[in-house]
């Protein structure tokens, strides 16, 4: 399996632009995890879910953020506009087992420059 | 919701040492603790992990102990190398009706001196 692929792997883009990030989870994973990573805040839960189905939003920034999963093996992170303090490394991973312990799987990230 | 608290946040030792980095978690219903390691420039990664049915657990030169009761569990490395030397994140996982989130700790930045 080629593990969870996120693209682009890097993105330079100017303030007010619209930034899309893209993730597919491992075949028969349910559960996929959107985090974003910086020096000052460590790696930050913002979204999940299970089955396709959101299950905690609570850390998405705010209504410039947005993220979907329209079927099992692709998800997107929306960013509109986007702002320099969004700049970070933002993780997808997956995890096997939907209501069960299981290891979570990260893909290699997406880092974000916004100028 | 959940709330991992890890210290330190940066540690140095010398090659041979051992290490010891330390999590708290808030939320009763987390049962599932995995350390991961992260390299510069690289993506998390899994090292070990303890469930809350067990109290420890070792694999070669790392091992993790959990007290459920004061809510911390502890990674433990011994006869570090260099190639030890990464960021280190402590999670904890708790469970709800409708699956499992995974909470981080900030990180521990751990440097193995030659």
């Known amino acids: 399996d080629a593990g969870v692929i996120q693209s682009p792997r890097h993105e330079v883009t100017e303030m007010g632009q619209e930034v899309t990030l893209r993730c597919k989870p491992i075949s028969g994973h349910n559960s996929l995890f959107w985090y974003r990573q910086t020096m000052m805040r460590g790696l930050e839960l913002l979204i999940y879910f299970n089955n396709n189905v959101p299950i905690d939003d609570s850390g998405m920034p705010e209504d410039r953020f947005s993220a979907k999963m329209p079927n099992a093996s692709f998800s997107t992170l929306k960013i509109q506009p986007s702002e320099p303090r969004d700049s970070a490394v933002y993780f997808c991973?997956?995890?096997?087992?939907?209501?069960?312990?299981?290891?979570?799987?990260f893909g290699e990230g997406s880092r974000l420059t916004v100028l | 919701g959940e709330n991992v608290e890890q210290h330190p946040s940066t540690l140095s030792v010398q090659e041979g040492d051992s290490a010891v980095i330390k999590c708290t978690y808030s939320?009763?219903?987390?049962?599932?603790f995995p350390w991961y390691k992260q390299e510069l420039g690289k993506r998390p990664q899994l090292i070990i992990d303890?469930?809350?049915?067990?109290g420890e657990k070792k694999d070669q030169r790392i091992a993790v102990t959990l007290n459920k009761t004061a809510k911390h569990f502890s990674l433990h490395i011994t006869e570090t190398q260099p190639e030890d030397s990464a960021v280190y994140f402590c999670?904890?996982?708790?469970?709800?009706?409708?699956?499992?989130?995974?909470?981080f700790g900030p990180g521990t930045r751990l440097s193995v001196l030659p």
């Open positions: 991973a997956s995890s096997p087992l939907a209501g069960v312990d299981g290891e979570l799987f």
């Open positions: 303890i469930r809350s049915n067990v």
């Open positions: 939320d009763s219903a987390s049962n599932y």
């Open positions: 999670a904890a996982s708790p469970r709800n009706n409708y699956g499992q989130n995974f909470v």
